[in-house]
């Protein structure tokens, strides 16, 4: 049972810190991607 405590204990843990980084006011949202146009007529010889 010990062990089985220690992983519930772990896996709580981990649900407190995921909710408290989505909860968080200054979480930083993902970083929109930037399209790179790319000259692919050279890279067909």
């Known amino acids: ?24 006011p200054d979480a930083q949202p993902e970083a929109e991607l930037i399209p790179i146009p790319i000259d692919d007529r050279t890279s067909r010889h």
């Open 1 to 24: 049972m010990d062990a089985l405590e220690k992983i519930l204990d772990k896996v709580t843990d981990w649900v407190r810190k995921l909710i408290e980084a989505l909860l968080s």
